[in-house]
């Protein structure tokens, strides 16, 4: 509206200019609305906004809040009040790298405020670029992270220290397991005490009372019938043999003598100790593959280990029934030897089946546990699929379970045995058609702490002829070994009382005689002493007790040997 003015500068009217400013208006409050949606994003998305000039030298700020409003920086001096000093080479050389490229920026550092207090301060920077294309100033936010690295550090520290405690955790654990393990220890010592006194304790009293009886009847003078008496005695001294071989096979220590035996011929030769053994209600039937059923394992336990299979088949079957004994070359390979736990190859499988009563899941998963039984308390000790598990393992083989729970599907136990290509042994088979030439009995070193041990195998040995040096330790043994007297054969126990034990005492003897024959006698697991497997040439091991006729017979065969490989004539052997 504008006044208009007469000659005398009167106001003679007005003029008015009308002017639609709607569009004006729209835009003007659009541009306030943007304004508070843009304040509203930056006090939600940073805690300051500042300006920074091209060359980095001056800072304005523009907007801060919170804790960063305590960051009041401009000028050139920015620098140093608003970054850590420890952290300024590292965001200068982020400044310079970011101006030569013209390209945003970002970097995390610390800053002091007034008070001396630390923050972690997050920096972010993008440049205004002219019509040439050049940076006009620099637009930057900085936001408070403090809360944020303070989390990433406790985390970081957190996983630090994480592989400690599991550790700790897992040795916490194995402690607790340990613990367990040895609770178990002692409640299967206790089983073991248990159930080995129970048979000892039988064993013995048949011995004792045989021998006690033995001796009031020959001093009443009543010879007659003396030999029942004797047999009681000696049958309780085998059942004890029989029950510390299975213990020494249950913890797989025991030292074993392997020699190479056509498994079919050693079923064939076992037939009627089993079929005594078994009972006439019982059937057996063989089916043997005698081609190439060569395995080198320890003859006497393998023998032991059928003889238990069979009766534990007897025990299955109450009523009667049949045992049927196989004997096949298998290939053991890929899944097979994967589930047996065996090196692929071939193996002799040795199969006892019966059809008695089986056995569920649950009985098979425990069958090879030591004392685990189920026969009634008294008529078994729980050892003997331990033992031939422990024999069967220690002569690199496997022993496998087929049951079939009820309906007469019976239980298969396999005996997977390595294959040998030695041929098998026929020593025996010599002993028997040798006819000895008439010459003296051979010089023998005997060495037994044991002093009853010793006057026994002496007169054993001295009633085949042969001439006997004794010693009582290992450093007796050595001062006679050490002297010119000639010996053929060397017989010593292992444990030996003092600082010398039999394999020492036998190492000693060949170093001066490298041809001597030795013969080791012991009554526990002497693997450790001797060496599991097998030994040198010449060399052989007789687990007590032994009967004479055993100790005859070893004796006489190492002697062979020795004599076969000097070409000298073998001793008679003299009439009882």
């Not at 089983?191 to 039988?202: C, K, P």
């Not at 393992?393 to 087929?402: C, I, K, L, T």
């Not at 026929?426 to 000895?436: F, G, K, S």
Request: glycine share 8%.
């Amino acid at each position: 509206m504008t006044v208009l003015r007469g000659e005398e500068n009167q106001a003679v009217g007005y003029v008015v200019v009308f002017r639609d400013r709607t569009a004006e208006r729209d835009a003007s409050e659009a541009l306030a609305q943007s304004e508070r949606r843009l304040g509203a994003l930056v006090a939600a998305a940073t805690q300051s906004l500042y300006s920074v000039s091209p060359d980095w030298q001056h800072v304005e700020q523009i907007y801060r809040q919170g804790d960063m409003a305590e960051l009041k920086a401009t000028g050139g001096a920015w620098r140093e009040q608003l970054i850590h000093p420890e952290d300024r080479p590292e965001v200068e050389l982020a400044i310079a790298h970011a101006r030569e490229l013209a390209s945003p920026l970002e970097v995390e550092h610390r800053a002091l405020l007034a008070d001396g207090t630390v923050r972690w301060v997050q920096l972010r920077e993008v440049p205004l670029m002219d019509s040439e294309g050049n940076v006009s100033e620099w637009f930057g936010a900085a936001s408070d992270i403090t809360d944020r690295r303070v989390a990433q550090e406790r985390l970081q520290q957190l996983t630090a220290t994480l592989e400690e405690r599991v550790q700790a955790r897992t040795e916490e654990l194995m402690a607790m397991e340990e613990r367990l393990r040895q609770g178990q220890k002692m409640e299967s010592l206790g089983q073991l005490t248990g159930g080995i006194a129970h048979d000892f304790n039988n064993m013995l009293t048949a011995v004792s009372m045989g021998l006690e009886l033995l001796e009031m009847r020959v001093g009443q003078g009543r010879l007659e019938d003396l030999g029942r008496y004797v047999e009681m005695a000696r049958t309780g001294a085998d059942r004890a043999a029989a029950l510390t071989q299975r213990l020494l096979a249950f913890s797989r220590r025991q030292t074993l003598a392997p020699s190479a035996i056509h498994v079919s011929a050693m079923v064939n030769g076992m037939l009627d100790i089993l079929s005594r053994s078994i009972g006439p209600s019982i059937e057996i039937e063989t089916r043997l593959d005698a081609v190439e059923d060569v395995v080198r394992v320890d003859a006497p336990q393998l023998e032991n280990a059928l003889l238990n299979l069979c009766i534990n088949a007897r025990d299955a079957m109450p009523d009667g029934g049949r045992i049927s004994i196989e004997t096949e070359l298998s290939h053991v390979d890929g899944g097979l030897a994967e589930r047996l736990a065996l090196t692929p190859g071939p193996y002799v499988r040795l199969s006892v089946r019966d059809t008695g009563t089986g056995m569920d899941a649950r009985v098979v998963e425990k069958v090879f546990e030591p004392f685990f039984t189920t026969k009634p308390i008294g008529q078994g000790t729980g050892l003997g699929l331990s033992m031939i598990y422990g024999f069967t393992r220690q002569s690199g083989g496997q022993v496998a379970v087929d049951s079939i729970p009820g309906g007469g599907g019976g239980t298969t136990m396999h005996l997977y045995l390595p294959q040998s290509t030695a041929d098998a042994d026929d020593r025996i088979q010599e002993m028997a058609t040798l006819v000895p030439a008439t010459s003296p009995g051979r010089s023998v070193l005997l060495v037994e702490d044991e002093t009853a041990i010793r006057t026994l195998v002496k007169e054993v040995l001295s009633s085949l002829g042969h001439r006997v040096t004794e010693a009582a330790n290992g450093s007796d043994a050595l001062t006679v070994l050490a002297s010119e007297q000639h010996f053929d054969l060397l017989i010593t126990d292992v444990g030996l009382t003092g600082s010398l034990n039999g394999r020492q005492v036998a190492d000693a003897g060949r170093q001066r005689r490298p041809t001597l024959p030795v013969l080791f006698i012991t009554g526990y697991a002497a693997s450790v002493a001797v060496g599991a497997g097998q030994l040198e040439s010449g060399m052989e091991i007789l687990s007590k007790p032994f009967a004479a006729g055993e100790l005859e017979r070893r004796v006489t065969e190492l002697l062979l040997e020795a004599v076969k490989a000097s070409n000298e004539p073998f001793p008679a052997t003299p009439a009882a």
